[in-house]
């Protein structure tokens, strides 16, 4: 598992493995599958799905879930593509829901 350095860190809920970085955060306005969740530009130590067509609450997309590389669970969702021309900005981007992170080193 490979440590994050920095003043404010995510990790796993389950395991503790850090997964992303407050200052990583593109939006905090964002519904996951339990809650709220979070618009992240990076992610690490995660293991992607295969990719699907999803359709939420935006639209349809191409997602993968993301899983903890250490334990497995599910933390949210990469958008891989976005088919409407406004969600484009979301490509590449990673979704964590909240009840999935907890703060660390804060």
């Known amino acids: 598992m490979a440590k994050l350095v920095g003043p404010r860190v995510y990790s796993c809920s389950h395991c ?3 997964v992303c970085l407050h200052d990583d955060i593109i939006s905090k306005a964002f519904q996951g599958r339990n809650g709220h969740a979070f ?3 990076h992610a690490m130590n995660i ?3 295969p990719k699907e067509d999803r359709q939420l609450m935006t639209g ?3 997602v993968a ?3 903890c ?3 497995g669970e599910v933390l949210g969702w990469k958008y891989e593509r976005a088919y409407e021309e406004t969600q484009k900005y979301k490509e590449g981007k990673f979704v964590f829901e909240k009840l999935r992170i907890i703060k660390e080193n804060w």
């Open 16 to 18: 503790g493995n850090h």
């Open 60 to 62: 349809l997309h191409t």
């Open 69 to 71: 590389r250490d334990c």
């Open 39 to 41: 618009l992240f530009s």
């Open 65 to 67: 879930d993301i899983y």
């Open 47 to 49: 293991i992607m799905g």
